[in-house]
């Protein structure tokens, strides 16, 4: 069964942190990468980051480079994004994907509100 679903979005004041979780079904998680995107309101989802099996080489988007960490937890399924110094142009709805290659991805969760109050 393809499953993905996040978790941990909310709201927060501007250079806040949040941790945004994403747990998978092994058949969306063994061996991807894994990644996060974002979609905020009248614009196109774009790639944050992404992180190989071997949570080698992790890879950002310029715009959260040096305040986003993503990571993963292989025997829990899970992969995670800790955001810090948080803005509110980083307001959107979080999608945790498998299976991403580039900026592009196979499998999507649901999604998760992150908000952002000046």
């Known amino acids: 069964q393809v499953q993905l679903v996040e978790s941990g979005g909310g709201l927060v004041q501007a250079g806040g942190s949040l941790r945004l979780s994403c747990a998978a079904s092994?058949?969306?998680?063994?061996?991807?990468?894994m990644g996060w995107f974002r979609q905020a309101p009248g614009k196109e989802r774009e790639f944050v980051a992404a992180?190989?099996?071997?949570?080698?080489?992790?890879y950002y988007a310029d715009s959260v480079k040096g305040r986003f960490t993503i990571s993963r937890d292989n025997p829990k399924n899970s992969v995670y994004l800790q955001m810090d110094s948080l803005k509110p142009e980083d307001t959107a709805v979080y999608y945790c994907?498998?299976?991403?290659?580039?900026?592009?991805?196979?499998?999507w969760g649901q999604g998760t509100q992150v908000t952002v109050s000046s």
């Open positions: 092994p058949r969306t998680f063994s061996n991807y990468r």
């Open positions: 992180i190989s099996w071997s949570a080698s080489n992790p």
């Open positions: 994907a498998s299976d991403v290659h580039g900026m592009v991805a196979r499998y």
